[in-house]
């Protein structure tokens, strides 16, 4: 068993849609969550970051961690073709040491006109 | 200010011969991270460097596969004796400082294709 998953996708929505992408991870000693989004041929870049449960907002963006389920969420507003990519999730457990990241296999995004 | 740089983008070795990957931080980044992302699956780590220590090489394949981080200079990724399941994009990232709240910056990646 990995231990973040990812649904792959591709998934395809219609331009101004509301996206929902999750992962779901078996380490509970994960404490900090993130999302990247990585273009084709392009290296990740960070979307959001968020520390233990909750919910996070910054623009059209929605980050949300329920660690007693051990799922994350990301939620995209008014999606746009230049949303089109994919959207990796991220975690790691904090302990010092370094800032190891372990990743999803992404989820493929395509935002239509 | 320029950010993480890798070199060369695109790879192409035959079996047997070596891989040098190499990456230049962000400026003022002094912590280095080394990450494979074979086909169809995410980035998995590799090795974490701070300026001439290695301090976390928990993803390196046992053989063949080195890293430096010299006091002067980019981090080094080696592969000797490629083989075919090497094949794969290689990023790395930076950050300036070891904190689990400081953000990882990527390079675009070195795309490695073994013959």
């Known amino acids: 068993q990995k231990e973040v998953e990812q649904d792959p996708g591709p998934l395809s929505v219609p331009e101004g849609a509301i996206v929902s992408l999750n992962c779901t991870y078996s380490n509970s000693a994960f404490q900090y969550f993130m999302w990247y989004r990585q273009y084709s041929r392009k290296g990740p870049e960070l979307l959001m970051y968020?520390?233990?449960?909750g919910n996070k907002e910054d623009g059209r963006f929605t980050a949300q961690v329920d660690k007693s389920s051990k799922y994350i969420s990301l939620f995209i507003r008014d999606s746009q073709p230049s949303d089109s990519a994919t959207y990796l999730c991220a975690m790691s457990e904090g302990t010092g040491g370094g800032n190891k990241l372990t990743f999803g296999t992404g989820t493929q995004l395509k935002v239509e006109l | 200010n320029a950010g993480v740089m890798q070199n060369p983008r695109h790879l192409v070795r035959r079996r047997g011969q070596e891989a040098r990957l190499r990456c230049s931080p962000m400026?003022?980044?002094?912590?280095v991270y080394w990450y494979r992302q074979l086909p169809e699956e995410g980035l998995k780590f590799m090795v974490y460097?701070?300026?001439?220590?290695?301090?976390?090489e928990s993803g390196m394949p046992k053989e063949r596969f080195s890293a430096e981080f010299p006091k002067e200079g980019p981090s080094i990724l080696r592969i000797q004796q490629v083989v075919r399941g090497d094949s794969a994009a290689y990023f790395c990232?930076?950050?300036?400082?070891?904190?689990?709240?400081?953000?990882?910056?990527f390079g675009p990646g070195t795309r490695l294709t073994v013959l």
């Open positions: 460097l701070q300026k001439e220590n290695i301090i976390d």
């Open positions: 400026k003022g980044h002094s912590h």
């Open positions: 968020t520390y233990s449960s």
């Open positions: 990232a930076s950050s300036r400082t070891s904190g689990n709240t400081d953000t990882q910056y």
